[in-house]
């Protein structure tokens, strides 16, 4: 039995909630899952369709891209999960999707603005976009390069991945990640359902207000602060 | 057995109509249902998926947010509830969401216009968007003072929380109440496709007018006055 | 056993169709069913939700709003059914929703513009949106005044109820009709559907141009002309 | 047995996916799967809804419109297949929607514009949108010169089908084909999806640019280059 089942177990249970959670269509997403100690991640197999999707068709893969584990090729954007594992040492899962309204806002390049506390309850800045990658970056080792480009869009702005944890790449769509899978499949729902409202409320009110910062605060530490009140505690 | 069972029953079931209605994702929302005899009231746990929530997880708290019954840690919202029920002896159950058009007129810090009978069908006047609160107010006890808000709002515009059964607090989302938590539970329903509607009227016609006077009167008192000849009267 | 147990089944079903196809959210739809021999139609009866409606719970109504069979009240919308069979000979059911984007060009008090081959399959012209009925009406007959208002948008349009099988009465929603109940449904989706798409096509280009004459004939008469060619000819 | 029963089954199982990949509504729709061995194409039978249809329904019919096997009248656009089937050698089978956001493009008159990268994983250039037709040709074999519209505008733009393989008809909605019937739907339903992150961009961004060369190459060939590494390469 392989040592990595359970790890399996993980990403593909989170990679079969994106169906489910209406984030993607056909193959247009991937979920991953890291063991630390073992210093590899699982990750879906490329082009696989969900309704065909077994435990055992999950790949295991290390850091510097090398297949560990499983008789199919990983998803062709295994390249930026490794990277972004190589240089995050706290995440725990990763999640790209190609989903509706996320996409929409990447597409149009622009970052989705914090216009209320269902945004603030989850991260205290606009969900940032990454620019399009520069045509060398492009022809070069494109995934390595996309993780590449959401680290430098991070540094850039001094975003800490363990506060913010999800980013939009311009043209392209949307990357979560989160303490483990199932936390970066959340993320990646959440982002989708604050990207709809942010475009609503713009069609609504072209000119609304950012959300003011004690509200901001008030929002994210009551769920994340270190007197966290929301949830079981647990 | 516990004394609230049937209270508990009852606040179980509203709150499990959320997702159903696609009012909610996660557990972005929460519904309570009181028992004026008793002076206690019913509400969700916080946190807790919708899928896994039991009728015995439900918490009893009373108007002074104090818990009389339940092993788990109540709605973050609480506080807002309880001081609903405190200010307004006649509303017998609270809803809060965060449903994506009404969060969205919320973000826009927009009234709902009145544009057409389903919406005079259920009150005469625009859906009232609470400005967001001040700084001091949301430093002090947050929740607690969002039902202030809404008092306040209620009492600068002079409508009557019986006729007026829902209201956007400005940034955030919608509170909807009722008789009971079902009913609760419908207005908070029925505001989230008047929210759609309008969004989709203004679309079309950005030079919309609201509905006249007469309709507004005639739709209302079909199904609310004193002669209503809408349902079967019971 | 009733003698229209028939005429309530045909009115059964089609108002099943509604909450499955959309239409609907709780109670805000009816249908039914005429009987032109026995001078008589089933409707559904006022405020029942659906997943509670049986078919004995059906209304029989004459042309001239009397309960000839059923227990409870029939639906608030009664007299308008009652004054569209009585004046218009040949439909055969007729169907009045509160569907979203329906109501939403009808809240715009806008025609829907006949942009495209989906509609030219259904109707020539733009589906009319009848203006808000004037104060003594609303005041008067209601729901009678509001078939009289059908009715004058048809007279004044020069429109023929045979070959135009629906209608938005202004700040209100959609009424459709048809050879039987089933086909009135059918054209309410329709209907719904037509509306979402000429929103969209707006969106989308603001100067959208409509249909060509050419294609407007030649899309009607593909379905419903004496060359008819589409479906099974039966 | 008949001897097109492998056929039939394909053409049955590619129709069937239509409603469960929301792309149509009632009978609006038409999917076709070609034997180019036989010479022949099985297609869905005119106006039957999909809840109804059987597998003996479907009709086989030559390049030149005659029936050769099946006791329904093909779908009415059946002349539109067969020519398509005639002039390009290569492709496998066709499907033709009314689907929401592509019709609504093909009523703006509007080519979608490549946006991102869930387009470019598809095709390299905008999807274009055929202009109407012009009256002569409406009034002759509408059919048969929906097809001849179509190949002109892929003449006229330099297209090749095996690799665009969807378009727009101005006014009407979408056709899209592949190598089989199953590839046809697929490629319909991203069609739609790619219809509908279009229409959002610009909501978003009037001024969104097109995707830049470099990228629309890469991923492009990522999935369809002769290095593709997209997929289980099978």
């Keep these: 039995m392989s040592i990595y089942l359970t790890l399996k177990q993980e990403c593909y249970n989170a990679n079969m909630q994106l169906p489910k959670l209406d984030l993607v269509v056909y193959t247009f997403g991937n979920v991953s899952a890291v063991d630390r100690e073992k210093g590899v991640f699982a990750i879906k197999p490329s082009g696989v369709p969900y309704e065909e999707l ?3 068709d999950i790949v ?5 891209n090398n297949i560990i584990e ?4 990983p998803s062709s954007d295994t390249k930026t999960h490794a990277f972004l594992y190589k240089n995050w040492k706290n995440i725990g899962g990763i999640c790209h999707t190609h989903s509706t309204y996320a996409v929409s806002w990447a597409q149009a390049q622009r970052d989705i603005p914090i216009f209320g506390t269902t945004h603030a309850d989850h991260l205290t800045v606009d969900i940032p976009c990454a620019p399009p990658m520069s045509d060398d970056l492009i022809q070069g080792d494109y995934e390595h390069n996309t993780g590449q480009q959401i680290l430098d869009c991070f540094v850039s702005k001094g975003l800490n991945p363990e506060e913010v944890e999800m980013v939009l ?3 392209h769509g949307p990357f979560a990640w989160g303490k ?5 499949v959340y993320n990646s729902k959440v982002m989708e359902e604050i990207a709809r409202m942010a475009y609503l409320t713009l069609q609504i009110n072209p000119n609304a207000p ?3 910062d004690a509200l901001i605060k008030k929002h994210f530490e009551r769920k994340h602060g270190k007197d966290a009140y929301y949830g079981q505690g647990c």
């Excluded at 295991?60 to 510097?64: H, R």
């Excluded at 499983?70 to 090729?73: A, K, P, T, V």
């Excluded at 483990?180 to 970066?184: T, V």
């Design 210 to 212: 950012r959300l003011k």
């Design 70 to 73: 499983g008789n199919m090729r």
């Design 169 to 171: 790449i311009g043209n």
């Design 180 to 184: 483990n899978a199932a936390k970066a």
């Design 54 to 56: 077994k435990v055992e």
């Design 60 to 64: 295991i893969v290390d850091f510097d």
